[in-house]
């Protein structure tokens, strides 16, 4: 597709963020499943439902503009979950490995909030008042998302920190 | 290199974003030629000569480590600038390249946040009190950098859209 106005970059930038979601939603079961940490564990599962929902309304934003919904590859989260699956495959520690997953989360986390950040800006100043409105709803869960997840890192190296000094 | 303890995981990470940095300083110089707003010019500008000062304090990093600067492929940032490079090359219209410009640089912005905000808490939790002041001096620069842009896509927008109410 040709950009040619900023209607087109809006919509450029919709399948983009609608294509990464897609591809969180496939990685999320498999950091769930390698994450040792239960609160760990417990927040990607939350995220996982959330995502869901965010995919949803990205279908309603696509709706309200009459356009199909549509994926656009982004080579950017594929390289964030590249980095998430070499995480989980090659490291054996699992409290290093848990800050490994929790690193690449907020790597997805902190791509979400500036592709949405973006989207809510546009839609508003192109007009788009009730899209602006369903991506700002996925901003702040995303903006909370990475909030909880910098929380638990925190706790995660911590008690890496003492076991080292127990050792 | 095997990833066993918080202290490799760190060194990795450092190696990622001693990468990205290295390719965003190859990549801002296209950037600031293509861009056609003033302020955006001197903007990516000033933020090329920040990135210097970002790529001394790894090396600095590196140094109180003991370990030799050096990076490590990084998919995420390779897939943002080539974005930005796409956004660059196939969109004619000024503003709206601009526009483009602007998102792009936008997420390496975050991308960067992300990864200096780990690195500033781990090396906090790990006991590297030097080496963390260093990456939140550059953290902050990375979102003072993300602010502005934030502030000028706006400018930017509103000048499109005044610019179609008048055609």
Known sequence: MAVETMDDLFLETLKDIYYAEKQILKALPGMVKKAQTP?????LEVHRGETLGQVERLEQVFELLDE??????????????KEAKEHMSE???????????????????HYEICRYG?????????????????????L???KNADALLSGLAESVVNQHAKMREAA
Chains 1, 2 share one sequence.
């Open 140 to 142: 702040k869960e995303e």
């Open 68 to 81: 199909k919904p549509r994926g656009k590859k982004c080579d950017a989260i594929e390289g964030i979950i």
């Open 118 to 138: 973006t989207l809510v800006s546009w839609a508003e100043l192109l007009g788009h008042t009730k899209a602006a409105r369903l991506l700002g709803q996925t």
């Open 39 to 43: 609160k760990l564990k417990k927040m």
């Open 91 to 109: 490291i054996e520690d699992e409290i290093v490995r848990d800050a490994g997953i929790i690193t690449s989360a907020q790597a997805v986390e």
